[in-house]
């Protein structure tokens, strides 16, 4: 035993205490009793509440509350309204359940009072204040159909309180993949001493359908039937009473009738009661939080501002997370308009978009959150098996890049883009994988994972053909997803072989089945096709030649480095990966884009870092945190979380690495507790560029492998105890580790009981949050807007020129096409001493005149960039701008033309 490192453990261990000084050089907030970061979550989180000052009007912009299988949006129309979703009330979630609206006389926001309403992120619910006697929550029974509306109201003449339940007119309602849109159309309504609710879909041969049913727990009421499709609870006037609301599914009722099932829920609900039913829901939120942590600030408030979407995007999926089906891509557990979704998207599961969604949670510590998308699969799996015969002649899996609920390929089958796409199926195999190597479940891999992989690998081996000259199997003809159409060798099948092969293989010989198998599968991936490389070697191609048009926006090569993980940091391919993501001929070009997950898997931290806020600048659109984008709605959520968790941990090779994509920022601050494959919990801290330690937290004894992030310096891995168990200088720490033990690796000479330990903890947010120019942000502001002073050129006054797209300037566009009388006309800007204006010009040099509010200033000359996309410089000129100034950059006689991105007013 090394008692100098022993000792040294227990002064860490007696003098662990919270602190209320900020995290910096000299701190430390690892525990080493719990294995996991020491985190106040209530306060911490409280930081990153959405908060909205000001009544919500747009339902568009509604907040946004679910309990994992129901959620809504809520507005702040004729008092209270929030649209209500059951996750599994119909195929797809095509179809959103109904409206709530809570009306008092006098209203809720009569008398005066300050308005707050509060998405709090840690209790998972949203609380709306209009003064110290009114306050409205909204929460719900966890894990179940029901939500609830809590009323606290203590004035005094309170005349009347309405509760309406209704839905919009049905009748033509179109969409979705039903069998008969009929049974959608039509709505049955009860009213009775029970309650109220509203049922459609009742004749759905898949058992889809719901009722929506509100009934009161603490006041007396009476029900009323407005019309066909409105119902209304006249409850009497109380200080203090919940209403609660039932999303029954026929799916998940006995029987698959939802109206008795609604009555049920909901008189459960009330013999719970409300204080019970809200503890029971914190403590599940709460333990949901507890599970991981990230911390990624600093950076002049641009990072606290991707922490807090990090958080809201965890709650947004979570909140519809636990349901018998996946939460949608772009249907999720919220809708404000009505059934409109239904119409595009609806119609199936994308596994392109529903991967971003998902593939988060494993490093978040959920899986039983990507068990919901996984079970799609497996329990299609006959379905699939059957149809795969049946279109292939094939005995094997073949899974349909757009598949219903029941596994069809109907809307595979009938599109170019999709029908020879062969890669999902190692997608969906591979997803299952990861979930028994995240949790060590061998059950899961020998019943579930397995059996997947297994029959997907056969059906491939089925696929490729074996060239008698060069002896390699190739791909003859399929879709490099949906980019190229029918093209030999596409390199998504290359790559899908080359990384579910190895794992299948792997888990047959610990299984100790399909021998036979086996030595098919290990002759296919000793012979496969190389990939596509460019003419001059330097980079891969999409497919072999000859190059064919695109037809959608994917960047394929770079497929490689995620979701297939074949290539990344360390890999003999770095260099190709690297030009392929560099040169990439779609950046961002959609609200699914993964660009900054693989950035990260590049060990891009500044690329990543752009990349996010990037993808938050183009599609986060609404205050709540949504977006105005058709193509999907939820992606770039599920991306950001990705890409958060890609840069602070890493382990997709079995090799445990922190901060792999570091920020050369040094004001950047970041911390972690995620879960690495083979079961460790992983914490580590980075501040001015160093990284303090890592701790690990083993589950199930499996042995560790974690690269070394300080290089050739010499580390010390012990127990959290004190037993020293490995000192090296290598570049990979190997060391076996036992159930539940916690270890901690250390640089030999500055150990981790040198810095002074801090709890970390936070202050609870009290306003709206703006990212950079505030183009993207959270809630509603108190007062009025702050201004940065940064003023992007497409939000300028444009006369004779016009803004574009391009994904490296400031929230993705510029303002292009420049030519003589073209202006740009920047009002009201604050006080500063200089302008920093940021461009890029092919010219050499860009030539255009400022204007300060009429007047001519000066002749501007802008250094060639050889670029006009891409690639920007800053030109600062020094001029005396009095506060609400206009500014006006125009092209005048001998001028020459210059991109804009935005300018700055600074001080000088």
Known sequence: MNTKYLATAIVALLTLAPLASTAGPTTQSFNPKTGVMDVDYAHYLSKHDVVFNKPITNPLYGATVGNGRVGAMVWNTNGLTMQVTGVDASEETAFSGGLINLSTTPGMDAGGGKFQQRLSLYDGALVTTYGADRKVTIMGAPNSEVMGIHVDDKRAGVASINLDLSLWDVAKLGGGDVPNIDTWRTVTTYADASGIGLSRGQSDPHNFGYTLAATVEGAKFTTQTIGPNKLRLVITPSSSYTIWIACASRLNAPEHSSVPQAKRLLDAVKTQGYAATMASYENWRHAFWAKSFVQYSGMSGDADYLENAYYLYTYLIAAGGYANYPFHFINGAYSAVEDQHSSKWSVAYWFWNQRDVYNGFLAANHPEVLDGYNNLYSRNFDALKSYTQTKYGIDGIWVPETMGWDGNARHTDDSDFTKNIYSTGTEAAENMYDRYRYTNDAAYLRDKAYPFMREVAKCYTSKFTKNADTGKYDM????????????????????????????????????????????????????????????????????????????????????????????????????????????????????????????????????????????????????????????GEFEYMGVHILAINESLLQSYNDKIRVFPAPLTDKSFIGSFTLLAKGGFLVSSERTAGDIKYIGIKSLYGNPAIVVNPWGALSVIVRKASGDVILESSEPELHFSTATNAVYIIERVGKPLSADKHLRLTGTANNDAKGLDTNASTLGSYAGARPDTGKYEGEEANLTACFASSDHGASHGREVTNMALGSTLTFPHVRAGGQIAIRYCTQNNPGKLTLYLNGVRVQDLTFPSTQSWTGVYETLRVKAAIPQNSEIKLQYDDGGSGVNIDYIQVENL
């Open 476 to 631: 003859l003809m399929s879709n490099a997803h949906e980019t190229y159409w029918r093209v030999k060798n596409a390199i998504t099948d290359l790559a899908a072989v080359r990384s579910l092969f190895p794992i299948t293989i792997a888990s047959s010989e610990k299984l100790g089945v399909d021998a036979g198998l086996r030595a098919r599968w290990r002759d296919v991936l000793a012979n496969l096709a190389p990939y596509p490389i460019a003419e001059d070697g330097q980079s891969y191609l999409p497919h072999d030649p000859p190059a064919i048009k695109m037809t959608n926006g994917e960047n394929i090569t770079s497929e490689l480095l995620w979701p297939y993980s074949v290539t990344g940091i360390g890999a003999p391919d770095f260099s190709k990966a690297l030009i392929n993501f560099n040169t990439r001929p779609n950046a961002y070009s959609n609200v699914w884009s993964p660009d900054a997950i693989q950035a990260a898997r590049l060990g891009l931290g500044d690329a990543a870092y752009q990349g996010m806020k990037v993808m938050l600048e183009m599609y986060q659109t609404y205050p709540n945190g949504r977006t105005d984008n058709t193509n």
